[in-house]
Protein backbone atom coordinates (compact mmCIF):
# COMPACT_ATOMS: atom_id res chain seq x y z
CA UNK A 1 0.00 0.00 0.00
CA UNK A 2 2.88 2.37 0.87
CA UNK A 3 4.62 1.62 -1.97
CA UNK A 4 1.53 2.24 -3.86
CA UNK A 5 1.13 5.60 -2.32
CA UNK A 6 4.82 6.86 -3.25
CA UNK A 7 4.19 5.47 -6.48
CA UNK A 8 1.09 7.97 -6.97
CA UNK A 9 2.91 10.87 -5.49
CA UNK A 10 5.56 10.45 -8.10
CA UNK A 11 3.06 11.28 -10.88
CA UNK A 12 1.75 14.83 -11.39
CA UNK A 13 -1.53 15.88 -10.91
CA UNK A 14 -4.19 16.21 -14.43
CA UNK A 15 -4.84 19.98 -12.87
CA UNK A 16 -0.66 20.67 -12.96
CA UNK A 17 -0.11 19.33 -16.43
CA UNK A 18 -3.02 21.43 -17.67
CA UNK A 19 -0.49 24.97 -18.04
CA UNK A 20 1.53 23.03 -19.75
CA UNK A 21 -0.76 21.31 -22.32
CA UNK A 22 -2.10 24.89 -22.83
CA UNK A 23 0.72 25.88 -23.43
CA UNK A 24 1.59 23.34 -25.86
CA UNK A 25 -1.62 23.90 -27.75
CA UNK A 26 -0.72 27.59 -27.99
CA UNK A 27 2.39 26.78 -29.61
CA UNK A 28 1.15 24.53 -32.07
CA UNK A 29 -1.35 27.61 -33.32
CA UNK A 30 -0.03 30.88 -32.85
CA UNK A 31 3.77 32.93 -32.82
CA UNK A 32 5.97 33.15 -30.37
CA UNK A 33 5.82 36.43 -28.33
CA UNK A 34 9.12 38.00 -26.98
CA UNK A 35 9.21 40.87 -25.01
CA UNK A 36 11.87 43.72 -24.03
CA UNK A 37 11.17 44.65 -20.22
CA UNK A 38 12.81 47.94 -18.89
CA UNK A 39 12.12 49.94 -16.20
CA UNK A 40 12.49 53.68 -18.42
CA UNK A 41 13.17 55.17 -21.50
CA UNK A 42 17.18 54.69 -22.35
CA UNK A 43 18.08 51.48 -20.75
CA UNK A 44 18.58 49.66 -24.37
CA UNK A 45 14.95 47.47 -24.80
CA UNK A 46 14.87 48.63 -28.62
CA UNK A 47 18.94 48.36 -28.90
CA UNK A 48 18.71 44.98 -27.94
CA UNK A 49 15.64 44.24 -29.27
CA UNK A 50 17.27 45.16 -33.03
CA UNK A 51 20.58 43.63 -32.05
CA UNK A 52 18.61 40.23 -31.64
CA UNK A 53 16.21 40.27 -34.67
CA UNK A 54 19.86 40.93 -37.02
CA UNK A 55 21.21 37.79 -35.28
CA UNK A 56 18.20 36.00 -36.31
CA UNK A 57 17.99 37.74 -39.70
CA UNK A 58 21.56 36.30 -40.57
CA UNK A 59 21.01 32.79 -39.60
CA UNK A 60 17.99 33.04 -42.47
CA UNK A 61 14.82 33.83 -40.36
CA UNK A 62 12.34 36.38 -42.57
CA UNK A 63 12.05 39.74 -40.00
CA UNK A 64 10.67 42.35 -40.54
CA UNK A 65 10.27 46.04 -38.49
CA UNK A 66 6.45 46.57 -38.42
CA UNK A 67 6.87 49.89 -36.23
CA UNK A 68 9.81 51.26 -34.35
CA UNK A 69 10.32 54.07 -32.92
CA UNK A 70 14.40 55.37 -32.32
CA UNK A 71 14.09 58.20 -30.88
CA UNK A 72 17.19 59.82 -33.37
CA UNK A 73 19.16 57.86 -31.53
CA UNK A 74 22.60 57.26 -33.84
CA UNK A 75 23.26 53.29 -33.08
CA UNK A 76 19.17 52.76 -32.78
CA UNK A 77 19.16 54.37 -36.30
CA UNK A 78 22.02 52.26 -37.42
CA UNK A 79 20.88 48.89 -36.95
CA UNK A 80 17.24 49.44 -37.61
CA UNK A 81 18.57 50.53 -41.22
CA UNK A 82 19.70 46.55 -41.68
CA UNK A 83 16.38 45.65 -41.97
CA UNK A 84 13.32 46.26 -43.85
CA UNK A 85 10.41 48.24 -42.77
CA UNK A 86 6.94 48.04 -43.45
CA UNK A 87 5.95 51.54 -43.86
CA UNK A 88 3.60 53.19 -41.34
CA UNK A 89 -0.10 53.88 -42.25
CA UNK A 90 -1.07 57.75 -41.62
CA UNK A 91 -4.22 58.79 -39.59
CA UNK A 92 -5.18 62.25 -39.16
CA UNK A 93 -6.41 63.27 -35.71
CA UNK A 94 -7.34 67.29 -34.87
CA UNK A 95 -5.87 68.13 -38.20
CA UNK A 96 -2.30 66.12 -37.81
CA UNK A 97 -1.03 62.92 -39.33
CA UNK A 98 -0.09 60.83 -37.08
CA UNK A 99 1.91 57.35 -38.38
CA UNK A 100 0.25 54.06 -37.21
CA UNK A 101 1.77 50.34 -37.58
CA UNK A 102 0.28 49.40 -40.31
CA UNK A 103 -1.57 46.23 -39.37
CA UNK A 104 -2.97 44.43 -42.77
CA UNK A 105 0.51 45.14 -44.14
CA UNK A 106 1.77 42.88 -41.78
CA UNK A 107 -0.35 40.09 -42.28
CA UNK A 108 0.08 39.96 -46.03
CA UNK A 109 3.65 40.13 -45.72
CA UNK A 110 3.67 37.36 -43.47
CA UNK A 111 7.48 37.47 -41.66
CA UNK A 112 8.75 34.81 -39.82
CA UNK A 113 9.45 37.99 -37.07
CA UNK A 114 8.14 41.30 -36.99
CA UNK A 115 9.16 43.96 -34.92
CA UNK A 116 6.62 46.29 -32.66
CA UNK A 117 8.05 48.98 -30.66
CA UNK A 118 5.86 50.67 -27.70
CA UNK A 119 3.59 47.89 -26.25
CA UNK A 120 1.60 50.19 -24.29
CA UNK A 121 0.92 52.61 -27.31
CA UNK A 122 -2.86 53.10 -27.50
CA UNK A 123 -3.62 53.59 -31.10
CA UNK A 124 -5.31 56.98 -33.28
CA UNK A 125 -8.93 56.82 -34.15
CA UNK A 126 -10.36 54.76 -36.69
CA UNK A 127 -7.59 51.75 -36.41
CA UNK A 128 -8.92 48.45 -36.67
CA UNK A 129 -7.80 48.08 -32.26
CA UNK A 130 -8.12 50.64 -29.44
CA UNK A 131 -4.49 49.14 -27.91
CA UNK A 132 -1.64 48.23 -29.74
CA UNK A 133 -1.12 44.66 -27.21
CA UNK A 134 -4.75 44.03 -29.62
CA UNK A 135 -2.93 44.32 -32.85
CA UNK A 136 -0.08 41.77 -31.59
CA UNK A 137 -2.87 39.71 -30.43
CA UNK A 138 -4.08 39.05 -33.88
CA UNK A 139 0.01 39.14 -35.30
CA UNK A 140 0.39 36.33 -33.14
CA UNK A 141 -3.33 34.41 -34.03
CA UNK A 142 -1.79 34.70 -37.54
CA UNK A 143 1.61 32.68 -36.69
CA UNK A 144 3.95 35.25 -36.71
CA UNK A 145 6.20 35.72 -34.08
CA UNK A 146 6.53 39.39 -32.39
CA UNK A 147 9.15 41.11 -30.56
CA UNK A 148 8.12 43.43 -28.92
CA UNK A 149 9.03 46.08 -25.80
CA UNK A 150 7.74 48.29 -22.58
CA UNK A 151 8.48 49.61 -19.70
CA UNK A 152 7.49 48.44 -16.06
CA UNK A 153 5.24 51.65 -15.65
CA UNK A 154 2.90 50.21 -18.22
CA UNK A 155 2.11 47.45 -16.30
CA UNK A 156 -1.70 47.35 -15.68
CA UNK A 157 -1.27 45.91 -12.09
CA UNK A 158 1.79 48.44 -10.80
CA UNK A 159 -0.05 51.59 -12.11
CA UNK A 160 -0.84 53.03 -9.11
CA UNK A 161 2.44 51.90 -7.14
CA UNK A 162 3.91 53.97 -10.62
CA UNK A 163 1.65 57.08 -9.33
CA UNK A 164 3.07 56.72 -5.84
CA UNK A 165 7.17 56.59 -6.68
CA UNK A 166 6.79 59.12 -9.59
CA UNK A 167 3.41 61.26 -8.92
CA UNK A 168 2.61 60.56 -12.34
CA UNK A 169 -0.60 58.71 -13.29
CA UNK A 170 0.38 56.41 -16.20
CA UNK A 171 -2.61 56.33 -18.73
CA UNK A 172 -1.22 54.37 -20.71
CA UNK A 173 -1.33 50.23 -19.18
CA UNK A 174 -1.27 46.32 -20.49
CA UNK A 175 -2.85 44.33 -18.96
CA UNK A 176 -1.02 41.21 -16.96
CA UNK A 177 -3.09 38.78 -18.91
CA UNK A 178 -1.35 39.81 -21.74
CA UNK A 179 2.01 39.36 -20.15
CA UNK A 180 1.22 35.52 -19.83
CA UNK A 181 1.28 35.47 -23.64
CA UNK A 182 5.06 35.42 -23.64
CA UNK A 183 7.56 32.71 -24.53
CA UNK A 184 9.96 34.98 -23.02
CA UNK A 185 9.95 38.23 -21.46
CA UNK A 186 14.02 39.88 -21.32
CA UNK A 187 15.12 42.19 -18.78
CA UNK A 188 16.44 45.30 -19.93
CA UNK A 189 18.78 46.39 -16.98
CA UNK A 190 21.16 49.20 -16.68
CA UNK A 191 22.68 50.72 -13.28
CA UNK A 192 20.56 54.76 -12.48
CA UNK A 193 23.78 55.63 -12.78
CA UNK A 194 24.67 54.68 -16.02
CA UNK A 195 21.00 55.79 -17.40
CA UNK A 196 21.30 59.23 -16.33
CA UNK A 197 24.92 59.20 -17.75
CA UNK A 198 23.38 58.90 -20.84
CA UNK A 199 20.58 61.28 -20.37
CA UNK A 200 23.20 63.72 -19.65
CA UNK A 201 24.91 62.48 -22.70
CA UNK A 202 21.76 63.23 -25.33
CA UNK A 203 21.66 59.61 -25.95
CA UNK A 204 18.29 59.15 -24.43
CA UNK A 205 16.43 62.48 -25.14
CA UNK A 206 17.78 65.60 -27.22
CA UNK A 207 18.07 69.36 -25.83
CA UNK A 208 16.42 70.44 -22.91
CA UNK A 209 14.24 67.60 -22.62
CA UNK A 210 17.36 65.52 -21.13
CA UNK A 211 17.76 68.11 -18.35
CA UNK A 212 13.75 68.49 -17.44
CA UNK A 213 13.60 64.38 -17.77
CA UNK A 214 16.88 64.18 -14.47
CA UNK A 215 15.36 66.86 -12.57
CA UNK A 216 11.75 65.00 -12.91
CA UNK A 217 11.00 61.57 -13.66
CA UNK A 218 14.58 60.53 -14.07
CA UNK A 219 15.72 61.24 -10.78
CA UNK A 220 17.69 58.95 -8.68
CA UNK A 221 15.54 57.94 -6.35
CA UNK A 222 12.74 57.47 -8.91
CA UNK A 223 14.85 55.18 -11.08
CA UNK A 224 16.35 52.54 -8.16
CA UNK A 225 12.52 52.50 -6.88
CA UNK A 226 11.88 51.82 -10.27
CA UNK A 227 14.42 49.24 -10.86
CA UNK A 228 13.74 47.26 -7.50
CA UNK A 229 9.83 47.66 -8.89
CA UNK A 230 10.95 45.55 -12.08
CA UNK A 231 13.51 42.92 -11.02
CA UNK A 232 10.03 42.08 -8.20
CA UNK A 233 8.28 41.72 -10.93
CA UNK A 234 10.35 39.85 -13.10
CA UNK A 235 11.65 37.80 -10.12
CA UNK A 236 7.59 36.78 -8.89
CA UNK A 237 7.05 35.67 -12.34
CA UNK A 238 9.87 33.51 -12.32
CA UNK A 239 8.80 31.94 -9.31
CA UNK A 240 5.54 31.07 -10.93
CA UNK A 241 7.51 29.49 -13.63
CA UNK A 242 9.23 27.43 -11.07
CA UNK A 243 6.10 25.96 -9.67
CA UNK A 244 4.22 25.31 -12.92
CA UNK A 245 7.71 23.37 -13.27
CA UNK A 246 7.84 21.45 -10.10
CA UNK A 247 4.28 20.20 -9.69
CA UNK A 248 4.25 19.62 -13.56
CA UNK A 249 6.78 16.87 -12.88
CA UNK A 250 5.33 16.23 -9.57
CA UNK A 251 8.71 17.23 -7.69
CA UNK A 252 8.42 17.41 -3.76
CA UNK A 253 7.69 19.88 -1.80
CA UNK A 254 5.84 21.38 0.91
CA UNK A 255 2.72 22.20 -1.44
CA UNK A 256 0.56 24.48 1.10
CA UNK A 257 -3.40 24.29 0.75
CA UNK A 258 -4.81 26.29 -2.14
CA UNK A 259 -5.60 29.88 -0.51
CA UNK A 260 -8.27 32.05 -2.25
CA UNK A 261 -8.02 36.06 -1.76
CA UNK A 262 -11.57 37.93 -1.43
CA UNK A 263 -11.58 41.81 -2.54
CA UNK A 264 -14.67 43.06 -1.50
CA UNK A 265 -15.26 46.76 -3.47
CA UNK A 266 -17.66 49.35 -3.48
CA UNK A 267 -18.45 51.87 -6.49
CA UNK A 268 -16.41 54.35 -5.76
CA UNK A 269 -13.13 56.58 -6.83
CA UNK A 270 -10.36 53.27 -4.87
CA UNK A 271 -12.40 50.68 -6.73
CA UNK A 272 -9.73 50.35 -9.22
CA UNK A 273 -6.70 50.75 -7.56
CA UNK A 274 -8.23 48.45 -4.50
CA UNK A 275 -8.32 45.47 -7.19
CA UNK A 276 -4.65 46.41 -8.45
CA UNK A 277 -3.96 46.15 -4.84
CA UNK A 278 -5.30 42.49 -4.38
CA UNK A 279 -4.04 41.46 -7.85
CA UNK A 280 -0.44 42.24 -6.88
CA UNK A 281 -1.23 40.72 -2.92
CA UNK A 282 -3.05 37.26 -5.23
CA UNK A 283 0.96 37.38 -6.99
CA UNK A 284 2.75 37.69 -3.71
CA UNK A 285 1.01 34.83 -1.44
CA UNK A 286 0.26 32.65 -4.81
CA UNK A 287 -3.43 33.01 -4.37
CA UNK A 288 -6.84 32.67 -6.81
CA UNK A 289 -8.66 36.03 -6.13
CA UNK A 290 -12.35 37.14 -6.54
CA UNK A 291 -13.78 40.72 -6.56
CA UNK A 292 -17.27 40.86 -4.94
CA UNK A 293 -19.52 44.01 -5.53
CA UNK A 294 -22.24 43.46 -2.99
CA UNK A 295 -25.46 46.26 -3.89
CA UNK A 296 -27.68 45.90 -0.95
CA UNK A 297 -31.24 46.15 -1.31
CA UNK A 298 -31.77 49.60 0.93
CA UNK A 299 -29.51 51.41 -1.66
CA UNK A 300 -31.02 53.32 -4.71
CA UNK A 301 -30.32 52.72 -7.81
CA UNK A 302 -26.15 53.72 -8.77
CA UNK A 303 -25.40 57.25 -9.97
CA UNK A 304 -23.47 57.03 -13.67
CA UNK A 305 -20.30 57.53 -11.72
CA UNK A 306 -21.17 55.11 -9.46
CA UNK A 307 -21.18 52.81 -12.61
CA UNK A 308 -18.34 54.00 -14.24
CA UNK A 309 -16.20 53.58 -11.50
CA UNK A 310 -17.46 49.95 -10.97
CA UNK A 311 -17.15 49.23 -14.56
CA UNK A 312 -13.74 50.40 -14.32
CA UNK A 313 -13.10 48.05 -11.71
CA UNK A 314 -14.16 45.06 -13.15
CA UNK A 315 -12.86 45.35 -16.11
CA UNK A 316 -9.47 45.95 -14.96
CA UNK A 317 -10.22 43.08 -12.45
CA UNK A 318 -11.13 41.26 -15.88
CA UNK A 319 -7.71 42.35 -17.36
CA UNK A 320 -5.79 40.61 -14.76
CA UNK A 321 -7.57 37.45 -14.68
CA UNK A 322 -9.63 38.10 -11.52
CA UNK A 323 -13.11 36.34 -11.04
CA UNK A 324 -15.89 38.69 -11.07
CA UNK A 325 -19.17 38.58 -8.93
CA UNK A 326 -22.09 40.93 -8.14
CA UNK A 327 -24.40 40.33 -5.50
CA UNK A 328 -27.68 41.82 -4.49
CA UNK A 329 -28.72 41.46 -0.74
CA UNK A 330 -29.43 42.72 2.74
CA UNK A 331 -26.67 43.11 4.45
CA UNK A 332 -22.99 44.00 2.81
CA UNK A 333 -20.96 42.39 5.67
CA UNK A 334 -23.66 39.05 5.93
CA UNK A 335 -23.00 39.18 2.10
CA UNK A 336 -19.28 38.88 1.85
CA UNK A 337 -19.44 36.07 5.24
CA UNK A 338 -22.04 34.11 3.30
CA UNK A 339 -19.68 33.33 0.23
CA UNK A 340 -16.28 33.68 1.67
CA UNK A 341 -17.68 30.78 4.14
CA UNK A 342 -19.04 28.68 1.48
CA UNK A 343 -15.94 28.81 -1.07
CA UNK A 344 -13.63 28.51 1.61
CA UNK A 345 -11.74 32.11 0.93
CA UNK A 346 -8.65 31.98 3.20
CA UNK A 347 -7.64 35.88 3.14
CA UNK A 348 -10.26 39.21 2.65
CA UNK A 349 -9.61 42.81 1.58
CA UNK A 350 -11.68 45.14 2.55
CA UNK A 351 -11.33 49.14 2.47
CA UNK A 352 -10.34 50.83 5.39
CA UNK A 353 -12.69 52.62 7.10
CA UNK A 354 -11.65 56.24 7.38
CA UNK A 355 -13.32 59.58 9.89
CA UNK A 356 -15.89 59.07 11.70
CA UNK A 357 -17.51 56.66 9.08
CA UNK A 358 -15.55 53.59 10.95
CA UNK A 359 -18.45 54.20 13.59
CA UNK A 360 -21.16 52.25 11.35
CA UNK A 361 -18.88 50.87 8.80
CA UNK A 362 -19.69 47.14 8.13
CA UNK A 363 -15.80 46.59 8.33
CA UNK A 364 -15.71 46.02 11.25
CA UNK A 365 -18.69 43.19 11.54
CA UNK A 366 -16.87 41.13 8.71
CA UNK A 367 -14.05 41.66 11.53
CA UNK A 368 -15.51 40.07 14.50
CA UNK A 369 -17.55 37.53 12.49
CA UNK A 370 -14.37 35.94 10.48
CA UNK A 371 -12.52 33.87 12.43
CA UNK A 372 -9.81 31.60 11.02
CA UNK A 373 -10.09 34.15 8.02
CA UNK A 374 -7.33 36.97 7.58
CA UNK A 375 -7.94 40.66 6.90
CA UNK A 376 -6.52 42.92 4.87
CA UNK A 377 -7.48 46.58 5.21
CA UNK A 378 -6.70 48.78 2.03
CA UNK A 379 -5.89 52.47 2.30
CA UNK A 380 -5.37 54.47 -0.78
CA UNK A 381 -1.87 56.05 -0.74
CA UNK A 382 -1.71 59.82 -0.95
CA UNK A 383 -5.37 60.19 0.01
CA UNK A 384 -6.59 63.54 1.79
CA UNK A 385 -7.95 63.66 5.13
CA UNK A 386 -12.10 63.88 5.31
CA UNK A 387 -12.87 67.51 6.75
CA UNK A 388 -15.12 66.46 9.90
CA UNK A 389 -17.87 68.91 8.30
CA UNK A 390 -18.09 66.22 4.90
CA UNK A 391 -18.32 63.18 7.67
CA UNK A 392 -21.15 64.04 9.96
CA UNK A 393 -23.67 63.22 6.96
CA UNK A 394 -22.71 59.90 6.81
CA UNK A 395 -23.89 59.49 10.59
CA UNK A 396 -27.06 60.41 9.62
CA UNK A 397 -27.85 60.20 6.29
CA UNK A 398 -30.14 62.24 4.06
CA UNK A 399 -32.90 59.36 4.42
CA UNK A 400 -32.82 59.95 8.14
CA UNK A 401 -33.08 63.29 7.90
CA UNK A 402 -36.31 63.33 5.28
CA UNK A 403 -37.82 60.73 8.01
CA UNK A 404 -37.41 63.11 10.36
CA UNK A 405 -38.65 66.22 8.66
CA UNK A 406 -41.81 63.72 7.85
CA UNK A 407 -42.76 62.42 11.42
CA UNK A 408 -42.26 66.39 12.55
CA UNK A 409 -45.05 67.05 10.12
CA UNK A 410 -47.19 64.40 10.90
CA UNK A 411 -46.52 64.90 14.73
CA UNK A 412 -47.77 68.55 14.15
CA UNK A 413 -50.86 67.60 11.89
CA UNK A 414 -51.88 65.28 14.29
CA UNK A 415 -51.52 67.86 16.94
CA UNK A 416 -54.26 70.04 14.69
CA UNK A 417 -56.50 67.20 14.95
CA UNK A 418 -56.25 66.59 18.75
CA UNK A 419 -59.61 66.04 19.91
CA UNK A 420 -61.18 65.88 16.24
CA UNK A 421 -60.73 62.20 16.09
CA UNK A 422 -59.68 59.33 18.27
CA UNK A 423 -56.25 58.60 19.81
CA UNK A 424 -56.53 55.57 17.65
CA UNK A 425 -56.36 57.17 14.71
CA UNK A 426 -53.85 59.56 15.92
CA UNK A 427 -51.53 56.85 15.94
CA UNK A 428 -52.22 55.51 12.45
CA UNK A 429 -51.68 58.38 11.26
CA UNK A 430 -48.73 58.57 12.75
CA UNK A 431 -47.51 54.76 11.32
CA UNK A 432 -47.51 57.24 7.88
CA UNK A 433 -44.09 58.01 8.06
CA UNK A 434 -43.13 54.52 8.94
CA UNK A 435 -44.67 53.25 5.78
CA UNK A 436 -43.36 56.52 3.28
CA UNK A 437 -40.06 55.59 4.78
CA UNK A 438 -39.47 51.80 4.12
CA UNK A 439 -41.10 51.69 0.24
CA UNK A 440 -38.61 54.47 -0.60
CA UNK A 441 -35.56 54.46 1.97
CA UNK A 442 -33.60 51.67 3.88
CA UNK A 443 -34.76 49.36 6.37
CA UNK A 444 -32.73 50.71 8.86
CA UNK A 445 -34.63 54.57 7.93
CA UNK A 446 -37.65 52.80 8.40
CA UNK A 447 -37.07 50.87 11.80
CA UNK A 448 -35.48 54.61 13.09
CA UNK A 449 -38.78 56.13 11.87
CA UNK A 450 -40.86 53.39 13.87
CA UNK A 451 -39.19 54.13 17.16
CA UNK A 452 -38.54 58.10 17.21
CA UNK A 453 -42.25 58.47 15.92
CA UNK A 454 -43.45 56.17 18.65
CA UNK A 455 -41.50 58.53 21.10
CA UNK A 456 -42.93 61.70 19.45
CA UNK A 457 -46.31 60.31 19.67
CA UNK A 458 -46.12 59.25 23.74
CA UNK A 459 -44.36 62.80 24.44
CA UNK A 460 -47.05 64.64 22.60
CA UNK A 461 -50.12 62.70 22.76
CA UNK A 462 -50.29 60.31 25.80
CA UNK A 463 -50.81 61.42 29.56
CA UNK A 464 -48.55 62.37 31.27
CA UNK A 465 -47.75 65.37 28.56
CA UNK A 466 -44.23 66.07 27.48
CA UNK A 467 -43.06 63.55 29.02
CA UNK A 468 -41.98 59.85 27.83
CA UNK A 469 -43.41 57.88 30.68
CA UNK A 470 -46.55 55.51 30.22
CA UNK A 471 -49.58 55.79 32.57
CA UNK A 472 -51.41 53.39 30.94
CA UNK A 473 -49.85 50.37 30.11
CA UNK A 474 -52.61 50.03 27.32
CA UNK A 475 -50.47 52.16 25.26
CA UNK A 476 -47.64 49.96 25.74
CA UNK A 477 -49.27 46.95 24.31
CA UNK A 478 -50.47 49.69 21.77
CA UNK A 479 -46.70 50.42 21.34
CA UNK A 480 -44.88 47.37 20.99
CA UNK A 481 -47.79 46.03 17.91
CA UNK A 482 -46.61 49.06 16.30
CA UNK A 483 -43.45 48.40 16.48
CA UNK A 484 -44.08 44.73 15.05
CA UNK A 485 -46.25 46.39 12.33
CA UNK A 486 -43.32 49.03 10.98
CA UNK A 487 -41.14 45.85 11.31
CA UNK A 488 -43.68 43.40 9.06
CA UNK A 489 -44.11 46.93 6.63
CA UNK A 490 -40.62 47.40 6.12
CA UNK A 491 -39.72 44.30 5.83
CA UNK A 492 -41.86 43.81 3.10
CA UNK A 493 -41.68 46.87 1.15
CA UNK A 494 -37.70 46.83 1.00
CA UNK A 495 -38.02 43.50 -0.28
CA UNK A 496 -40.65 44.62 -2.49
CA UNK A 497 -38.80 47.55 -3.74
CA UNK A 498 -35.66 45.49 -4.59
CA UNK A 499 -37.13 42.08 -6.18
CA UNK A 500 -38.88 44.36 -8.80
CA UNK A 501 -35.82 46.07 -10.43
CA UNK A 502 -33.99 42.23 -9.59
CA UNK A 503 -36.82 40.41 -11.25
CA UNK A 504 -36.67 42.91 -14.67
CA UNK A 505 -33.20 42.64 -14.93
CA UNK A 506 -32.87 38.76 -14.88
CA UNK A 507 -35.81 38.22 -17.07
CA UNK A 508 -33.93 38.99 -20.08
CA UNK A 509 -30.91 36.74 -19.17
CA UNK A 510 -32.70 33.80 -18.10
CA UNK A 511 -35.02 34.26 -21.77
CA UNK A 512 -31.69 34.86 -23.59
CA UNK A 513 -29.82 31.94 -22.06
CA UNK A 514 -31.84 29.66 -20.76
CA UNK A 515 -34.93 29.61 -22.86
CA UNK A 516 -31.99 29.80 -26.06
CA UNK A 517 -30.60 26.89 -24.50
CA UNK A 518 -34.27 24.52 -24.39
CA UNK A 519 -35.63 25.73 -27.62
CA UNK A 520 -32.39 25.09 -29.43
CA UNK A 521 -32.56 20.70 -28.47
CA UNK A 522 -34.99 19.91 -30.34
CA UNK A 523 -33.71 21.87 -33.61
CA UNK A 524 -32.83 19.49 -36.84
CA UNK A 525 -31.89 22.08 -38.94
CA UNK A 526 -29.66 24.72 -39.95
CA UNK A 527 -32.01 27.66 -40.60
CA UNK A 528 -34.29 26.44 -37.92
CA UNK A 529 -31.31 27.18 -35.93
CA UNK A 530 -30.82 30.87 -37.11
CA UNK A 531 -34.52 31.39 -37.16
CA UNK A 532 -34.62 30.55 -33.10
CA UNK A 533 -31.49 32.28 -32.54
CA UNK A 534 -32.95 35.74 -34.21
CA UNK A 535 -35.95 35.28 -32.15
CA UNK A 536 -34.11 35.05 -28.82
CA UNK A 537 -31.59 38.16 -30.31
CA UNK A 538 -34.91 40.14 -30.58
CA UNK A 539 -36.45 39.72 -27.18
CA UNK A 540 -33.19 40.28 -25.25
CA UNK A 541 -32.74 43.99 -25.63
CA UNK A 542 -34.21 46.83 -28.06
CA UNK A 543 -32.49 47.17 -31.11
CA UNK A 544 -32.19 45.59 -34.32
CA UNK A 545 -30.06 42.35 -35.37
CA UNK A 546 -28.77 39.95 -37.94
CA UNK A 547 -26.99 36.43 -38.03
CA UNK A 548 -24.14 36.63 -40.71
CA UNK A 549 -23.01 33.10 -41.96
CA UNK A 550 -19.76 32.24 -43.79
CA UNK A 551 -20.02 31.81 -47.98
CA UNK A 552 -17.66 31.12 -51.00
CA UNK A 553 -16.83 35.42 -50.62
CA UNK A 554 -16.83 35.41 -46.95
CA UNK A 555 -19.71 36.33 -45.42
CA UNK A 556 -23.25 37.33 -46.10
CA UNK A 557 -26.52 38.10 -44.15
CA UNK A 558 -28.19 34.90 -43.52
CA UNK A 559 -30.97 36.55 -41.52
CA UNK A 560 -32.34 39.47 -39.09
CA UNK A 561 -33.78 43.04 -39.57
CA UNK A 562 -33.61 44.06 -42.93
CA UNK A 563 -33.47 47.96 -41.05
CA UNK A 564 -30.26 46.83 -39.12
CA UNK A 565 -27.81 49.45 -39.80
CA UNK A 566 -24.61 47.49 -42.27
CA UNK A 567 -22.54 49.32 -44.31
CA UNK A 568 -19.38 49.18 -45.40
CA UNK A 569 -17.62 49.98 -42.14
CA UNK A 570 -19.58 47.47 -40.31
CA UNK A 571 -19.65 44.72 -43.00
CA UNK A 572 -15.79 45.04 -42.35
CA UNK A 573 -16.41 44.76 -38.81
CA UNK A 574 -18.49 41.51 -38.93
CA UNK A 575 -15.61 40.07 -41.63
CA UNK A 576 -13.16 40.29 -38.84
CA UNK A 577 -15.24 39.26 -35.88
CA UNK A 578 -15.88 35.79 -38.36
CA UNK A 579 -12.02 35.44 -39.69
CA UNK A 580 -10.66 36.18 -35.89
CA UNK A 581 -13.25 34.43 -33.04
CA UNK A 582 -13.20 37.88 -31.18
CA UNK A 583 -16.17 40.16 -30.03
CA UNK A 584 -15.86 43.53 -31.75
CA UNK A 585 -17.75 47.12 -32.11
CA UNK A 586 -19.59 49.04 -29.76
CA UNK A 587 -19.11 48.28 -26.11
CA UNK A 588 -15.09 46.55 -26.78
CA UNK A 589 -11.62 47.81 -27.66
CA UNK A 590 -11.89 46.62 -31.00
CA UNK A 591 -13.27 48.44 -33.78
CA UNK A 592 -14.73 50.62 -31.61
CA UNK A 593 -15.83 52.84 -34.69
CA UNK A 594 -18.61 51.20 -35.11
CA UNK A 595 -22.62 51.03 -34.47
CA UNK A 596 -23.24 47.32 -33.95
CA UNK A 597 -21.91 44.68 -31.74
CA UNK A 598 -20.49 41.79 -32.98
CA UNK A 599 -20.18 38.05 -31.47
CA UNK A 600 -18.27 35.22 -33.29
CA UNK A 601 -20.70 31.93 -33.03
CA UNK A 602 -17.49 29.88 -31.79
CA UNK A 603 -17.38 26.11 -30.82
CA UNK A 604 -14.26 23.87 -30.29
CA UNK A 605 -11.76 26.19 -32.15
CA UNK A 606 -14.15 26.87 -35.10
CA UNK A 607 -16.36 29.66 -36.03
CA UNK A 608 -20.02 29.20 -37.63
CA UNK A 609 -21.11 32.50 -37.93
CA UNK A 610 -21.56 36.12 -36.43
CA UNK A 611 -24.28 37.86 -34.53
CA UNK A 612 -24.67 41.16 -34.74
CA UNK A 613 -26.95 43.75 -32.35
CA UNK A 614 -27.43 47.45 -32.74
CA UNK A 615 -28.57 47.85 -29.62
CA UNK A 616 -30.77 51.19 -29.03
CA UNK A 617 -29.14 51.75 -26.08
CA UNK A 618 -25.57 50.10 -25.58
CA UNK A 619 -24.39 51.24 -22.39
CA UNK A 620 -27.33 49.82 -20.74
CA UNK A 621 -27.58 46.93 -22.09
CA UNK A 622 -24.00 45.93 -22.42
CA UNK A 623 -23.49 46.45 -18.28
CA UNK A 624 -21.15 44.72 -16.00
CA UNK A 625 -24.69 41.82 -15.72
CA UNK A 626 -25.49 41.48 -19.02
CA UNK A 627 -22.27 41.95 -21.60
CA UNK A 628 -21.71 38.03 -21.25
CA UNK A 629 -24.87 37.13 -22.37
CA UNK A 630 -24.50 37.92 -26.48
CA UNK A 631 -21.37 35.77 -25.88
CA UNK A 632 -23.69 33.09 -24.16
CA UNK A 633 -26.04 33.30 -27.03
CA UNK A 634 -23.13 33.21 -29.62
CA UNK A 635 -22.07 29.66 -27.76
CA UNK A 636 -25.12 28.29 -27.44
CA UNK A 637 -26.04 28.87 -31.45
CA UNK A 638 -22.77 27.38 -32.70
CA UNK A 639 -23.32 24.28 -30.70
CA UNK A 640 -26.65 24.11 -32.31
CA UNK A 641 -25.41 24.40 -35.68
CA UNK A 642 -21.93 22.24 -35.13
CA UNK A 643 -24.87 19.43 -34.36
CA UNK A 644 -26.88 19.92 -37.37
CA UNK A 645 -24.03 20.12 -39.78
CA UNK A 646 -22.55 16.62 -38.60
Request: glycine fraction near 6%; charged fraction near 20%; avoid cysteine.
Amino acid sequence: MTGDWDKDRARPAPEDLLPLANAEERAGHRGKLIIYLGYAAGVGKTYTMLWDALQRNTEGTDVVIGYIETHKRIETDALAASLETLSPQQVWYQGLSISEMDLDAILNRKPSIVLVDELAHTNGPGTRHLKRYHDIEEILRAGISVYTTVNIQHVESLNDAISQITGIQVRETVPDTFFDLADDIRLIDLTPEELIARLKAGKVYLGDMAAQAVDHFFSTGNLIALRQLTLRYLAQRTDRQMVTHMRARAISGPWPAVERLLVAIRPGPTAEAMVRAAFRDSQRLNTEWVVLSVEEEREGPPTPQEKAWLSDAMDTARKLGGKILIYRGEDVAHEIIRYARHHNVTTIMLGKPRGLDILISPVYRIMRTSPGIDIILFDPKGAPSIPLEQQIPHLLPRDYLITLVMILTVTLLNHLLLGTISTANLIIIQLLPVVASAWFFSRKASLFAAVVSILAFDFAFVAPYFTLNISDWEYFISFAGYVVIAIIISHLANRLRYLIPQIRESEARVAAVAGLSKDLVDTESYQEVLEILTTHMRAFAPGKVAILVPDDHGIRVATGDREYPFSDKELTIARWVYENGEVAGQGTETLVGGTGHYVPMKAHGLVYGVLAFAFQNPDTVLSLETKEVPEAMAQLGALALERVMK
